[in-house]
């Protein structure tokens, strides 16, 4: 399983632009690259997945460099209802195992 | 939307007492797991399972037990409640033919020992 490394907590203001960075170096080739999104008192829900360049979805958007060795999730135009924990998770695909790690603390501020 | 379930939602029960937290999915998946988390905390993977009759510990330790007789079902049992095991625990499943696939998770237990 890649180890991976996200900040423990970011802030951020309604209506901006949040992007939160992971590296995972020692990513494998068959690894994709997913994140999730935890609310207070809640399970994760899955968000976004991909493998390589940008994946876009309703939710958010994900950057993968050409090296795969980092991503970046981006949030547009956020709100206070986007403050949460955000995991990313690499690894998936040689372990039956989900570890979660300790994730990003993102709170949005009026 | 995610069919798996969790009861009970809150639970608060003396210590010494054995319960048993109960989880179902109607999805088929054949991974399901068992996570503890405590207010603020991360999420700690206790227990998972390939399939029927498979379990493995995950990387905490805990003092429960699991079971997985059938595929829709894996509870968590605690012999003995201890004030120490007062956390929300939570359970998820997802498909097994293929490695990268989503996770979907219950709305979680809460448990107090008291």
């Known amino acids: 399983l890649a180890k991976t490394t996200q900040p423990i907590s970011m802030d951020s203001y309604e209506g901006q632009e949040v992007n939160i960075t992971c590296s995972h170096n020692n990513i494998a080739t068959n690894d994709y690259i997913t994140w999730y999104q935890q609310f207070p008192s809640q399970g994760p829900r899955f968000i976004i997945q991909?493998?390589?360049t940008k994946v876009t979805n309703e939710v958010a958007s994900l950057f993968i460099p050409a090296d795969r060795k980092s991503s970046t999730l981006s949030l547009p135009r956020v709100s206070l209802s986007d403050t949460a924990v955000y995991y990313c998770?690499?690894?998936?695909?040689?372990?039956?195992?989900?570890?979660f790690g300790t994730g990003t603390r993102l709170q949005v501020f009026p | 939307e995610a069919d798996i379930y969790q009861t009970p939602r809150y639970l608060v029960i003396g210590t010494g007492k054995k319960i048993t937290l109960e989880c179902s999915q109607t999805m088929g998946h054949d991974k399901m797991y068992w996570y503890q988390q405590d207010p603020g905390m991360e999420l700690h993977l206790i227990h998972y399972s390939y399939g029927v009759n498979s379990t493995e510990k995950g990387d905490l330790s805990s003092e429960s037990t699991v079971s997985r007789i059938r595929t829709e079902h894996f509870p968590l049992t605690l012999e003995s409640a201890r004030p120490s095991h007062t956390s929300q625990y939570l359970c998820?499943?997802?498909?097994?033919?293929?490695?990268?696939?989503?996770?979907?998770f219950g709305q979680g237990t809460r448990l107090t020992v008291v």
């Open positions: 998770l690499v690894g998936l695909y040689n372990t039956d195992k989900l570890i």
């Open positions: 991909g493998y390589k």
């Open positions: 998820a499943s997802r498909e097994n033919r293929r490695r990268n696939t989503e996770a979907f």
